[in-house]
C-alpha cells in the first residue's frame, strides 16, 4: 500500500492564482479531510468528507473547495491564492469518520507571494 | 467545545533522561486521546491511541501516556529519551459522540521536543 499521497510536495503561487493540491489513499477509507499546519497553531481542518459524494467545512473553510467523487481521491482547490493561505498542507484518511486514527499524508508546503 | 493544550511549546532533555510532554483537554465527557508525532518536513504519524479500557497506554519507540479523568490529563512519556526522539509532538483528541461538525480532530499546538546529546 503506498498510503495516502499528496502532490506537489512544494508550490509557489502568486496572489490570484488558483491551483489543486492532490491527495489519493488506497486503503478503502471512507474519511478525507484536509488540514493546514501554521507555526505555533498545530492543525486546523478545512474541509473533510465521510464518503464519496459528501464533504463538509471544518474549522477554517474560506477561500477553499473540495470535492470527493471517487473514494479514493479528495483534491483541494484554492480559488484565487491569497498570502494567509500561505501553510504546509495535509490530507488525512481514516477507515470510518468516527474517531479512528488518521493516516496522514507527507504534506504540500505552499508559499503565496 | 473540545480544546487541547499542549504545556510548553519546546521542551528539551539530554539523551537518557525522561522525557514528559504535557497534554490537557477540556471536555464534559472523556474523548478519545491520540499523540501523533511529525519528523522533520514530513507527515504526522500515530504514536499511541487512548479509546476505552485500561489508563496507561503503551505506543511505539518505547512512549506511552496515562489516561487521568480526574486531571482531564493524557501526558506522553518515555523513561530514556534517544537522539531520534527529536520531532514534534501533537496531542489529539475526538469526541466520543458525532457532533454537528462532523469528525473533527482537535490538535494541540504541538511541543518540539529536542534531544541533547
Known amino acids: 500500500n503506498a498510503g495516502v499521497t499528496q502532490t506537489p510536495k512544494f508550490q509557489v503561487l502568486k496572489t490570484g492564482q488558483s491551483m489543486t493540491l492532490q491527495c489519493a489513499q488506497d486503503m478503502n477509507h471512507e474519511y478525507m479531510s484536509w488540514y493546514r499546519q501554521d507555526p505555533g497553531m498545530g492543525l486546523r481542518l478545512i474541509h473533510y468528507?465521510?464518503?464519496?459524494?459528501?464533504?463538509d467545512q471544518g474549522e477554517v473553510p474560506n477561500g477553499y473547495n473540495v470535492s470527493r467523487s471517487t473514494t479514493e481521491d479528495f483534491p483541494l482547490r484554492l480559488l484565487s491564492a491569497a498570502p494567509s493561505q500561505t501553510s504546509v498542507y495535509f490530507c488525512?484518511?481514516?477507515?470510518?469518520?468516527?474517531?479512528?486514527?488518521?493516516?496522514f499524508g507527507p504534506g504540500t508546503r505552499l508559499t503565496v507571494l | 467545545a473540545q480544546s487541547v493544550t499542549q504545556l510548553g511549546s519546546h521542551v528539551s532533555v539530554s539523551e537518557g533522561a525522561l522525557v514528559l510532554l504535557r497534554c490537557n483537554y477540556s471536555s464534559s465527557v472523556p474523548p478519545y486521546l491520540f499523540w501523533y508525532v511529525q519528523y522533520p518536513n514530513q507527515g504526522l504519524q500515530l504514536l499511541l491511541k487512548y479509546t476505552t479500557g485500561a489508563t496507561l497506554v503503551k505506543g511505539i519507540n518505547g512512549f506511552e501516556a496515562e489516561f487521568k479523568k480526574s486531571e482531564t490529563s493524557f501526558h506522553l512519556t518515555k523513561p530514556s529519551a534517544h537522539m531520534s526522539d527529536a520531532a514534534e509532538y501533537f496531542c489529539?483528541?475526538?469526541?466520543?459522540?458525532?457532533?454537528?461538525?462532523?469528525?473533527?480532530?482537535?490538535f494541540g499546538t504541538g511541543t518540539s521536543l529536542t534531544v541533547i546529546p
Open positions: 468528507s465521510v464518503g464519496a459524494g459528501i464533504t
Open positions: 488525512a484518511s481514516s477507515y470510518s469518520y468516527y474517531t479512528d486514527t488518521q493516516y
Open positions: 489529539a483528541v475526538s469526541p466520543l459522540t458525532m457532533t454537528n461538525t462532523g469528525n473533527q480532530f482537535y
